[in-house]
């Protein structure tokens, strides 16, 4: 008698980003992934947002392993704060590439000693009830893997992020063969990757890029900075190939951009020509036509290289008109604004910019409609369930699987959450499970709608005002001058006489409250609170946060 | 003996709206539009962003008139306020509708008998030294006047927004007859919209969007809700005629397109069939495919109809499966976060939704390149000086500029605030007046980089941290527990604890002020302020806002 095949989604889905899968049976579970996600701007200072990982917390003992699709931090970066939360660490699997990237982000953490285990294509991996298999996939990353988690129920194929690439700038395209034979055999469920369902036809391929930047370069007569994600590394080498072949230097700026291409190096995915890298700070030695410069920043974040750049602020590159810089990585949505905003700065400092708008110097990572349904043919699976994307791309991959023939009651449109479950009778979603979010705000991680955060939203918008009330301990008659501060409420204009007034509005609330015999400090500060927020309102017209303060002497 | 022609830019250049030229002959001016823009999201609690506008209320005595190209709040939302600041008010001259625009927005504002004065193409304002021509163009509204300003030294063309639309829905071309006319005649200097100077190419023409509509409604089997700009009544109209085409009744839903559509139909720009519209808490009594639902919403705002509609919470429209909204715009640059919440919340409805992106139902207002050097070749200006466009935009357009043959030194690449400056003997940059924004918060106006926002920024990112220390008046000893508050600052774990911490390190401080002898409440307050905040750092790895108060009784 065989048991139920539980795939539980903590995050990824109904969503872009912080991707975390559960696939559990017979009371044992492999975790695929522990990602994270950037906040977005009503998360008032938040760091970073995590899968609410409840569910991993209570089932800590049953975890046989985690296992990593690739370094990105969407599929990594809530590593950290996972294991803080489990006493013993299951064995944790990836990529070469991905466990230098994860073991560099761990020890910034301070969390030595994890049972780190890098794994190739075709490896086997034996843990629990399951026996896993990493199938080489190509993305925007090296050491992309899918795994193939097999069960006595059957194997589960989760991509990762993926595209069949047919020219991939390492030459070791998808396992094709591989998942072929998957589906000759059979796959029970496929979770895939729904990041780009909206897109018609095929992505592009990563190197046809090259040749592009190698074009964009040749037109341009003054220095050159290109701007990738870091860990695009094999981007880094297209530019370092290009730039080698037209005699520029190349100097790597940003700390995330040194260290991807360090790792990139040891580990022989980067091919850097002797003598081509620059140090920063040599920048100015070398003519303008001489130079490439590789920055971090393609987002547009505050305090990347290249922000400082078109903020005319950066220690080693002043940039000025002549100078080109080339975006070879499109805006994630939501930052959008953020690149525009960069990009229109560059612009008023005298520089051109080059977007994938203006020439295909862009390859996306993620495989198109097409690829999808190459994909869905190829393993053959009898459930679906994608994974990856909004609302909007869950349901266009849906409806991709059922354009190749998986019959819809066999789709799964999935929620985080929601656990789908498989036995021999079929397959439905069960009882919903805790998920959601949690954020990290500096060094604290805690709940969403968490009370700071609805604080400060309150306090972004209306500001604060704050009345200290001195009364007597005898009979709560008020004996010292009420202090008023205002933080972030616009002065009016006479607001002097605002304050003498609302002293006096908070000398009558005093008095009554004291003629009623109110003497508990909580009341008071209650009816003062509520006495002030309706005469600030009047005069006002405004809801600022009312902290009233009554002290006893 | 001709004085000097000054052209100064108050807003619209270097950035995406809040439109505001001043051209100055004579020491008399006439202000070309008043806009305004909406805040960024680090603009805090910001409600409305306005130019700088101090230069008007200076030379308030010298305003001849405010001519309005159309009306659209990015060139006629700050009209209210800078009449407020006018103890004299000039004539303000628009069309028809956006004078009956303006007049419904000064109602609002309770600005009553403001001199608006309807003007058609081809008539002429005499105001001081100058002869205003409007001249009809085309845009995503009706009534587009860009207006011919002349003085003794020659002619100004300021264009506002326009396209060359060979089809508009109203019939009525842009007259290029006339601008070829003026350009006979010679135009001294264009300030010409630059918004879609990195388009190549034509802009679709308004009439080509109706057909796609009416397809569009066509293969939809449920109800359809469509979202536009409630200005652009010629869409409007567009979809009147799709929806009367198909046997469907239109609601139209959200307060401004309700009003909108009652002033385009009062003043003959819209057409309505006789009951063919419905009230929106009809809807219900309608099968699906038998409605079209017209709503405000098209930015993703959150307030809007359409949000609501996203959010299962609008009084009369209940999403479900089957529906179709459909798009007939694109999220202005900043809203596509908020645009794209709205698209993924409709797919969690059930919805389909379509946008310009699946097929073309949506033209700008704006002439694409091909548009700009056709203006340019038409009017043959002297001097030219891009306006309404971000850096890149305005480089773009002077480019266009220098490619039909305008002299590069004749080509003026303007900032806000920056005087161009044209005699006899040639034109050139004048020394800089004040320019930039002012915030509309609530009903302050106020400086930007106000303190308000800057501590709204503030408490938005950390929270506050309030200290309230009791001493006594005899020797400044602490005669009271320090009360201590925070707000928007994560709970650590043992908060008692922490808080307990806290108090001993206020009274630490306040004792060695008692012994070093300080005294002053003010020195007293900033020497907690620094111990505390120091403490606070070191235990919580955080910078709140700390606000210390010392009651002396």
Redesign the interface.
């Given at each position: 008698m065989s048991a139920t095949l539980r795939i539980l989604p903590l995050g990824g889905l109904?969503e872009i980003g912080k991707n975390m899968t559960v696939v559990e049976y017979d009371g044992k579970i492999v975790v695929v992934d522990t990602g994270l996600r950037f906040p977005?701007?009503?998360q008032?200072?938040i760091d970073l947002v995590l899968p609410d990982f409840t569910y991993l917390r209570e089932r800590a003992k049953d975890i046989q392993a985690i296992v990593l699709t690739h370094g990105h931090e969407d599929h990594v970066g809530a590593l950290p704060y996972v294991l803080r939360e489990l006493s013993d660490w299951p064995p944790v699997y990836g990529g070469p590439l991905t466990v230098a990237m994860v073991r560099s982000k761990l020890d910034e953490h301070k969390l030595k000693d994890v049972p780190l285990k890098e794994v190739r294509p075709g490896q086997e991996i034996s843990v629990g009830p399951f026996t896993i298999e990493p199938v080489k996939m190509a993305h925007s990353i090296p050491d992309m893997f899918a795994y193939a988690i097999t069960c006595e129920l059957g194997t589960t194929l989760v991509t990762g992020d993926y595209k069949f690439d047919q020219t991939p700038v390492d030459g070791v395209p998808a396992d094709v063969a591989r998942l072929a034979e998957l589906g000759r055999k059979g796959v029970l469920c496929l979770c895939g990757d729904s990041t780009n369902a909206d897109r018609p036809g095929w992505s592009l391929s990563e190197s046809s890029v090259g040749p592009r930047l190698e074009e964009a370069f040749a037109r341009c007569e003054g220095r050159i900075v290109v701007t990738c994600f870091a860990s695009n590394i094999h981007r880094v080498q297209q530019v370092v190939d290009a730039a080698s072949q037209l005699g520029r230097k190349v100097a790597l700026v940003g700390r995330s951009m040194r260290k991807n291409v360090n790792i990139g190096r040891q580990l022989g995915h980067i091919n850097v020509p002797d003598g081509i890298l620059v140090e920063p700070k040599q920048i100015t030695d070398f003519p303008d036509h001489k130079l490439v410069i590789m920055s971090t920043g393609s987002q547009g974040e505050p305090l990347s290289a290249l922000r400082r750049m078109a903020g005319a602020d950066h220690p080693h590159v002043d940039l000025h008109a002549g100078d080109t810089v080339i975006f070879s990585a499109t805006a994630i949505?939501?930052n959008?604004?953020a690149v525009?905003d960069t990009?229109?700065?560059l612009?008023?400092l005298g520089a051109n910019?080059l977007t994938p708008k203006d020439t295909p110097i862009h390859a996306s990572g993620h495989g198109y409609a097409e690829e999808l349904k190459l994909m869905l043919n190829l393993v053959k699976p009898e459930y679906v369930m994608p994974s990856h994307g909004?609302?909007?791309r869950i349901?266009l991959h849906a409806q991709l699987a059922e354009a190749v023939g998986v019959p819809p009651e066999n789709v799964f449109k999935g929620e985080n959450g929601l656990p789908l479950e498989i036995d021999g009778k079929g397959a439905r979603f069960a009882k919903r499970e805790r998920a959601g979010l949690i954020f990290v705000?500096?060094?604290?991680v805690?709940e969403p709608g968490?009370?700071?955060?609805r604080?400060?939203?309150m306090?972004?918008?209306?500001?604060?005002v704050?009345v200290?009330a001195?009364v007597s301990e005898q009979d709560g008659s008020s004996?010292?001058d009420p202090?008023i501060?205002f933080?972030?409420?616009?002065?009016?204009e006479d607001e002097e006489e605002l304050v003498e007034a609302m002293r006096d509005a908070v000398e009558d609330s005093l008095d009554r409250s004291a003629k009623e015999g109110v003497r508990e400090i909580s009341l008071l500060q209650a009816q003062l609170h509520d006495d002030l927020a309706e005469y600030i309102y009047r005069r006002?017209?405004?809801r600022p946060?009312v902290?009233p303060?009554v002290?006893?002497?």
């Open positions: 109904g977005t701007p009503d008032l200072g949505p939501g959008e604004r525009n990009v229109d700065r612009f008023h910019v909004d609302h909007k349901r705000d500096g060094v604290d805690g968490d009370v700071a955060v604080d400060r939203r306090l972004s918008a209306d500001g604060i704050i200290v001195t004996v010292a202090e501060i933080r972030g409420v616009p002065a009016p006002l017209r405004r946060m902290l303060v002290v006893e002497v």
